[in-house]
């Protein structure tokens, strides 16, 4: 059972804009801007489209973006392209040098 | 830019030890500024940190609860990589294993690189 919830799917049109959520609790996401979001493409590793809560990596566009409010921490993607299509994983610090990751969700260009 | 190769055998037997090694290329396992995990992934328990080893003035392990006494995390300076060792390993342990780097001082689990991954199957 994954520690945070994210839903299980999501989709968009291409040029459109869609938001992914990822509740934890006070203990995780609440507690700690450690929360980080992963892109996954089948058969590959992950990789890391934002860290601590809203900070984007050099190479990643800058339509993607993260924040939290509360428990949840968010990933919006805007202007949607095809290859945007893939699993996107949100992970956070959880105290006592712990880590925990979402399920994850899979984004439909539709 | 850095570059993480996994190697170790994809089938163990159950009760067994599962043993995996990450060679880093552009960056060294002793770093001040950088912890070094293996997480895994399976269909059952999704994404899973399992642990880490980092330096800073010596070396520090920390590891997941749920594989606490079965996992062992080991820096090899003179090769530049480390290794993951997890015993007793049953069916339920069956998955990609992947190690990456988690960069700065302050560990963030902002896991920038990764390796290629590495399915073990634990089966008889």
């Known amino acids: 059972q994954s520690a945070l919830t994210q839903p299980p799917s999501a989709s968009g049109s291409p040029g459109q804009s869609v938001t992914i959520s990822c509740t934890g609790t006070s203990s995780d996401v609440g507690g700690y801007n450690y929360v980080s979001w992963y892109q996954q493409y089948p058969g590959k590793a992950p990789k890391l489209m934002i860290s601590e809560v809203s900070k984007r990596p050099s190479g990643v566009p800058d339509r993607f973006s993260g924040s939290k409010s509360g428990n949840t921490a968010s990933l919006a993607v805007s202007g949607l392209q095809a290859e945007d299509e893939a699993d996107y994983y949100c992970?956070?610090?959880?105290?006592?040098?712990?880590?925990?990751f979402g399920a994850g969700t899979k984004v439909t260009v539709l | 830019q850095v570059q993480l190769q996994q190697s170790g055998p994809g089938l163990v037997k159950p009760s067994q030890t599962l043993s995996l090694t990450c060679a880093i290329s552009g960056d060294s396992v002793s770093s001040n500024g950088a912890a070094w995990n293996w997480i895994r992934q399976s269909p059952s328990r999704g994404l899973e940190w399992l642990g880490r080893?980092?330096?800073?003035?010596?070396?520090?392990?920390d590891y997941a609860v749920s594989v606490i006494g079965r996992i062992t995390i080991n820096p090899d300076t003179s090769r530049n990589q480390f290794s993951l060792h997890l015993n007793s390993v049953i069916p339920e342990d069956t998955a990609v294993y992947y190690c990456?780097?988690?960069?700065?001082?302050?560990?963030?689990?902002?896991?920038?690189?990764w390796g290629q991954g590495t399915l073990v199957t634990v089966s008889s």
């Open positions: 992970s956070s610090y959880a105290g006592n040098s712990n880590f925990v």
């Open positions: 080893t980092y330096y800073r003035s010596k070396w520090y392990n």
């Open positions: 990456a780097r988690d960069p700065g001082i302050s560990v963030t689990g902002a896991f920038d690189y």
